[in-house]
Every structure is written in structure tokens, then in C-alpha cells.
């Protein structure tokens, strides 16, 4: 398990930045993917970036061009560079391996984000 401890949300106006990081336990890439999730009231939780072992990203296309995923190995440490903002946004993000998303007890409590118009 990863065992992901998110972090970085608040209040943001529209157009602003914020910058989440999720800790995990142990290596971030023993999966080989690594992704930030989020859920927004009343839908279904999303994957908005991955990236691979490799370095490749993917992006949803709501966000592409105003995220960015990255990672430090060293810390175990992933971050989501989140830049204009919209209320679109707003959600709960969360981090997690892909290939552990279905198991219920392989999330963490996530990070609030709320984006005021």
C-alpha cells in the first residue's frame, strides 16, 4: 500500500495556483504509476495526471495545460502544480496508484480544494 498523505488545498481564487503534494510510504513507482485523483461534490471520483516510472505524463483533458504532475523519489514525495484555477476545480484531490484504485482502504483522506469565482 501506499499508505498517501495529502496535503496543499484551500481557498483559492479563480485564476490562482496552489501546489498539492501526496507523502507516500516506501518507493512511489514500486506500482510504476502514480496519479492524482479528485471528486467533486456529487460526482464521481476522476484521474486528472499520472506519470510513469519512465516520466511520461497524461493529463484529462479539463486540466491539461494547467497542471503538472511531478515527483521527487528521494522524498517519496508526488506534487500537482495546479495554475488558473476555476470553480471547476473544486473538489477533494487524492493520490494513489492506479493499480490499487479499486481497493477502498488504499486511499488517503485527500486535500481540499475550493476554487471561489
Known amino acids: 500500500q501506499l499508505q498517501p498523505v495529502e496535503s496543499g488545498g484551500g481557498l483559492v481564487q479563480s485564476g490562482g495556483s496552489l501546489r498539492l503534494s501526496c507523502a507516500a510510504s516506501g518507493s512511489i513507482f514500486r506500482f510504476n504509476t502514480i496519479g492524482w485523483y479528485r471528486q467533486a461534490p456529487g460526482k464521481q471520483r476522476e484521474l486528472v495526471a499520472r506519470i510513469t516510472y519512465g516520466g511520461g505524463t497524461h493529463y484529462a483533458d479539463s486540466v491539461k495545460g494547467r497542471f503538472t504532475i511531478s515527483t521527487d523519489n528521494a522524498k517519496n514525495t508526488v506534487y500537482l502544480q495546479m495554475n488558473s484555477l476555476n470553480p471547476e476545480d473544486t473538489a477533494v484531490y487524492y493520490c494513489?496508484?492506479?493499480?490499487?484504485?479499486?481497493?477502498?482502504?488504499?486511499w488517503g483522506q485527500g486535500t481540499q480544494v475550493i476554487v471561489s469565482s
Open positions: 494513489n496508484a492506479p493499480v490499487l484504485s479499486g481497493a477502498d482502504d488504499s
